[in-house]
Nanobody, 115 residues
Framework: QVNLVESGGGLVQAGGSLRLSCAASGSIFSANTMTWSRQVPGKQRELVATTSSTGSVKYADSVKGRFTISTDNAEKTVYLQMDSLGPEDTAVYYC?????????WGQGTQVTVSS
């Protein structure tokens, strides 16, 4: 049983920073694709950052230059460093990993940015 456990969300003032973590447990294999997405109630989930085992990274235009996705393969953890946060970044953030041929999601962590 593979579980993804997220941490690092919380309340921050506009202009501040947060670092989200997502750790996979129960798997001896590393993920080949890892993403962070976010969702606001009543809106579609938005993919904000993607990375893969090849080292490629992609960002949504809305976060480019402010968010950084990184991984620690030994710890089977993916991070999302979020800088220059604004109220528009308020959402529940979800991590995702594809390990071998299976998909796994974290439970979500709330990020609230006050103006």
């Amino acid at each position: 049983q593979v579980n993804l456990v997220e941490s690092g969300g919380g309340l921050v003032q506009a202009g501040g920073s947060l670092r989200l973590s997502c750790a996979a447990s129960g798997s001896i294999f590393s993920a080949n694709t890892m993403t962070w997405s976010r969702q606001v109630p009543g809106k579609q989930r938005e993919l904000v950052a993607t990375t893969s085992s090849t080292g490629s990274v992609k960002y949504a235009d809305s976060v480019k230059g402010r968010f950084t996705i990184s991984t620690d393969n030994a710890e089977k953890t993916v991070y999302l460093q979020m800088d220059s946060l604004g109220p528009e970044d308020t959402a529940v953030y979800y991590c995702y990993m594809r390990i071998l041929r299976s998909d796994y999601w974290g439970q979500g962590t709330q990020v609230t940015v006050s103006s």
